[in-house]
DNA sequence: ATATATTTTAAGGTTAACCATAAAAATTCA
DNA sequence: TGAATTTTTATGGTTAACCTTAAAATATAT
């Protein structure tokens, strides 16, 4: 025994390959942080409840208990029982590295390889957890800087990595804007139904169009663009930003 | 109790996001099968040992046991105890896909975003698992559909998926030229020590050099390029991959 | 101020991919 | 052919990320 031992010891460490799998999926941890960011910017007082976290991914209470405390333990949020998660600076950059990397890899997506704008969120949702600071910017700059995703989302750089509110800074929601004044769509939620849905309409970044009609009882803005008139409803129009356009001939 | 059941039963399915992961991390099973497609290459008799994946992956023999078992019921290989293992069509199918991704991700990061050579492996190595067909397909495309990867390695095309050499096919190791020939690198392995030792010597893919000198005691090959010479050892040359050049005046 | 509802958490389970120890089986070699 | 060596596999353990059940703690609403 003690020297089948001996004989064991001496396995002669010959100048083989000896691949090793490293930093394998971060996956849950990294979800969990992208979630409470993405839920702080709706949630009152910033806080995400466990039951935030519950409802967004469909797991059980004590999972999402695990998950935070686990969090909490890594400097990566402070959670208060029965009052929800905040994210660190630690969180936060964590956070806005993923949205940067997923902003970055849906713009290659569309601008070189020629996806649709709905098909690209998963792939990007995937890519995202493996893109180095390296990758990530030197595929930004292949991309030449780009300020806005497919979606015209803001894909934030380091010099704004705590800013607060990624998605609608500058911009409004078209569900807040004015009968009669004129828009150009600059955003929408990265989200593949209502992309699909405004496919079908040949609603895409950068369309102009006019308010015509904005009906407060049924929560439905008309639309005139192209020649045609199209009606949203308010939860559709939640989901667009817009920027106000003025005439050349409209001084002011 | 009955009472809580029921209760517990109906808890209104809202239209919240409900984020699911799909597929995750098939990285393990992937990198064996990856793992015995290569080394069958080198094998006599085209079976990978079990041992050869201990060495390979430095993990237990219980490990490679248990991998190898589950591989078996996927029908991705047979397996014969004290023999080893050999990749069905299906499994083969999956090695191809994956090498495939690999070269095309290699190329991508140097052509289009200035990696260097001996960077790529590790980004390819991550990246490969999360790369449907589809994405493939673009890339590729986007590319320029190149045959070969920035190590000179042929990119496989569905075409000849079930190609068994796709390292060395056409070419000749460097260890079998003859003096006084005159030849062309057209590929070397990927690995990172090779290839940081090769761009000290300034040698790169497509440089033609004559063999000056091969000593078949000391095993050493002798290059001269550039107005230099430079000698390879053994070791070195089997994983260098060269085309015999005919000069215009040197006829047949 | 309590009763009801909700949130948290303790206890224990599952699967995948790894580990170690040691027994059983097959191969190889003398 | 038997002994030495190698290979396989049974048993049992670990961690991460999920699960269920049910108890404990807190919040809320009357």
């Not at 083989?16 to 993405?38: H, L, M």
């Not at 991914?57 to 029965?82: G, S, W």
């Not at 192209?226 to 129009?237: F, H, I, K």
Request: charged residues 30%; aromatic residues 8%; hydrophobic residues 40%.
């Amino acid at each position: 025994m003690n020297n089948q031992q001996a004989i064991k010891e001496k396995p002669a460490i010959k100048d083989k390959p000896v691949i090793k799998a490293k930093q394998v999926t971060n996956r849950g941890e990294e979800d969990y942080i992208k979630a409470i960011y993405k839920l702080s910017d709706e949630a009152e007082g910033d806080r995400v409840t466990n039951h935030q976290l519950v409802t967004y991914f469909a797991h059980t209470a004590q999972t999402v208990n695990e998950m935070v405390r686990k969090l909490e333990k890594k400097k990566i949020l402070v959670y208060q029982p029965y009052k929800g998660s905040l994210l660190t600076a630690l969180g936060k950059d964590e956070a806005v590295r993923l949205i940067r990397a997923h902003r970055i890899w849906e713009t290659f997506l569309t601008e070189k390889l020629g996806y649709a704008w709905e098909e690209v969120h998963e792939e990007a949702e995937m890519l995202e957890h493996l893109t180095s600071s390296k990758l990530a910017d030197k595929l930004y700059a292949f991309l030449g800087a780009p300020t806005v995703c497919p979606h015209g989302n803001y894909i934030p750089v380091l010099s704004d990595m705590n800013r607060d509110d990624l998605d609608t800074c500058g911009r409004l929601k078209l569900s807040k804007a004015k009968k009669g004044k004129q828009y150009c769509l600059k955003g929408v939620v990265d989200d593949k139904a209502l992309l699909v849905y405004l496919n079908g309409l040949a609603i895409y970044i950068d369309l102009c169009f006019t308010i015509i009609e904005r009906d407060l009882i049924s929560d439905i803005v008309t639309l005139a663009y192209g020649g045609r008139n199209t009606s949203l409803s308010g939860a559709v129009a939640q989901k667009l930003f817009v920027c106000e356009v003025y005439d050349a001939e409209d001084n002011t």
